[in-house]
């Protein structure tokens, strides 16, 4: 009954926020609505993967197009995705297992994020073909933003297993603020 009610909350949630011709509050500050968001637990973000009928792994932020781009959510408050993706790449059930391992192991997080949070990886979680939730991630200062909002920073093993996941999906990591200044 728990589950259900929480993928009623999120689609109802992500759900209201699909449409493209949405009346903005000059006020409004669309970059700083997820982090404002309640803290919840790794459960949470597991029960939204657990529920998602799939799920996509991206490159976005591209570095080679925008270096200053600090987008910290591939989809934004509004339901609108980035459109700086350069690789998009749907996991199947083997690999979802394994993110699913490694994003709610709480081993693998420690701290807070960084001021310096530039995401280059996003997961996207979808259920009948509405987003329910998303992890974005940066390896620059190791930083995870994820919503519902449950992580704060990898630890040093953290790092090294999703980058490793990563790499093995077939997703280009960017670890090197160096690579960034070109």
């Known amino acids: 009954m728990r589950n259900i009610l929480i993928k009623i909350i999120l689609l109802?949630?992500?759900s209201c926020g699909t449409s493209d011709t949405k009346q903005v509050?000059?006020?409004?500050?669309?970059t700083q609505f997820f982090d404002d968001m309640e803290w919840s637990t790794l459960d949470s973000l597991g029960s939204v993967i657990n529920i998602s009928d799939s799920i996509m792994a991206y490159n976005w932020n591209s570095y080679e197009e925008n270096s200053a781009n600090v987008h910290h959510y591939i989809v934004d408050a509004y339901g609108v995705f980035?459109?700086?993706?350069?690789n998009e790449i749907l996991l199947n059930e083997?690999?979802?297992?394994?993110?699913?391992n490694i994003i709610t192991d709480s081993i693998n997080f420690e701290g807070n994020n960084s001021i310096c949070?530039?995401?280059?990886?996003?997961?996207?979680?979808?259920?009948?073909s509405e987003i329910i939730g998303q992890?974005?991630?940066?390896?620059l200062c190791s930083g995870i933003k994820s919503v519902p909002k449950?992580?704060?920073?990898?630890s040093l093993n953290g790092n090294v297993v999703l980058k490793d996941f990563c790499r093995i999906i077939g997703l280009e990591i960017v670890d090197n603020e160096l690579i960034l200044a070109h």
């Open 82 to 86: 980035d459109r700086s993706v350069r």
């Open 94 to 100: 083997p690999q979802k297992q394994m993110l699913l």
């Open 135 to 139: 992890s974005n991630v940066c390896f």
């Open 150 to 154: 449950s992580t704060t920073s990898l």
């Open 117 to 128: 949070f530039i995401p280059h990886i996003a997961f996207v979680y979808y259920y009948q």
């Open 25 to 30: 509050d000059e006020d409004w500050d669309t």
């Open 12 to 14: 109802l949630f992500f």
